[in-house]
C-alpha cells in the first residue's frame, strides 16, 4: 500500500488480506518521503487494521531517507520491518542494531527483499543472519530488470533464483513470499502465477492491487478436499500408532510420519485463515 496515498491506507483496512506492507520506499516520490513517513507511523499506531499482519518497507539505509524511517517506523507498533535490496547479511545485522538503538520492540521482526542477483547468491547467509528474521519477500520485478530477463508465461527466467531463495528459507525455517503480477488486465496470467508460486512451495505472493487479492488467497489456502485428506490421515495415522504401527494405508496410498506432519501444517494453516475471517 503506497504510504503516501492516505486513502489506500483507509481502505487496508478492509482487505482480506493477511499481511499489508506500508510501503516508504518505491511506492512514494521523493517529495512525499516525509508525509509519507508520518502518515504511515499513525496508520500502524491507530490498530485499525485487525488481525491483520502490519509490516512497513522503509528505505534502504543507504539514503538518508531509510535513516529517517527508522526511529518513527521502530516505535509506530508495526510487526515487522521490510528492508529493500538486501545483498548481505552485514546489512541485515546493521538494520537489527539500528533498531535496538531506536528502541524497537524485542518482537518486532525483520524482513527481507531479495531483489538483486547479489541478494540472491546470498540468500543463504542472509536466512541466516539474525534471530528477528521471519521472512524473506522476492523483488521479482526488480531481479527481472537486473538479470535482463523477459516477464514471460511460466517465468522461465525467475525459476533459477526462485528455487535458490525457497531453499535459503526453508533451510532456516523462515517464511518466503513470492513477487508480484505486474499485469493487472491479465487475471489469468495472474492465477496461474500463483498456482506456480504454491506449487514451488512460497507461503504467499506480494499484490499489487486489492483486485488480486481474492486468486492468491484461492491459490495458497487448502481447499475442502485438501482439509478433508489431511485431518483423515492424522485421524488414521494416530489409530494406526495406538495400535503399535508406524505406517497405514489410506485409500491405498502409503502414509508415514512426514505425511503427517504436512497435514497438521494444512489443517493448522486452516483454522488460522478462519480465524482471520472471523
Avoid at 517506523?73 to 508495526?78: E, I
Avoid at 514451488?200 to 488467497?217: E, M, R, S, V, Y
Avoid at 485428506?229 to 502409503?254: F, P, T, Y
Wanted: aromatic share 2%.
Amino acid at each position: 500500500m503506497p504510504g503516501a496515498n492516505a486513502r489506500a491506507l483507509e481502505k487496508a483496512q478492509s482487505l482480506p488480506a493477511d499481511m499489508l506492507i506500508l510501503d516508504l520506499e518505491d511506492a512514494v516520490a521523493p517529495d512525499a518521503k516525509d508525509a509519507a513517513r508520518d502518515r504511515v507511523c499513525a496508520a500502524a499506531a491507530s490498530g485499525g487494521y485487525g488481525g491483520r499482519e502490519v509490516v512497513v518497507r522503509i528505505n534502504g539505509l543507504d539514503t538518508g531517507w531509510g535513516h529517517a524511517d527508522l526511529p518513527a517506523v521502530a516505535r509506530c507498533g508495526a510487526d515487522a520491518i521490510l528492508l529493500p535490496k538486501v545483498e548481505s547479511a552485514d546489512q541485515v545485522r546493521h538494520l537489527e542494531a539500528l533498531m535496538a538503538d531506536c528502541g524497537a520492540p524485542d518482537d518486532m521482526a525483520v524482513m527481507c527483499m531479495i531483489e538483486t542477483p547479489m541478494g540472491v547468491l546470498h540468500a543463504e547467509e542472509i536466512a541466516a543472519s539474525s534471530p528477528r528474521l521471519s521472512c524473506l519477500v522476492m523483488g521479482t520485478s526488480d531481479l527481472a530488470k537486473d538479470l535482463q530477463a523477459r516477464h514471460v508465461p511460466g517465468r522461465a527466467p525467475l525459476l533459477p533464483a526462485l528455487g535458490l531463495a525457497l531453499l535459503a528459507a526453508r533451510a532456516h525455517r523462515l517464511a518466503i513470499l513470492d513477487g508480484v503480477s505486474l499485469d493487472l488486465g491479465d487475471d489469468a496470467a495472474h492465477e496461474a502465477a500463483c498456482r506456480q508460486g504454491r506449487d514451488l512451495g512460497f507461503d504467499g505472493k506480494t499484490l499489487i492491487h486489492p483486485k488480486q487479492i481474492a486468486a492468491a488467497n484461492r491459490a495458497f489456502a487448502p481447499d475442502d478436499g485438501e482439509i478433508a485428506w489431511s485431518r483423515r490421515i492424522i485421524a488414521a495415522h494416530g489409530e494406526a500408532e495406538a495400535a503399535g504401527a508406524g505406517v497405514v494405508l489410506v485409500d491405498g496410498k502409503l502414509i508415514e510420519a512426514l505425511h503427517v506432519e504436512e497435514a497438521h501444517r494444512t489443517v493448522a494453516l486452516a483454522e488460522a485463515i478462519e480465524r482471520l475471517a472471523a
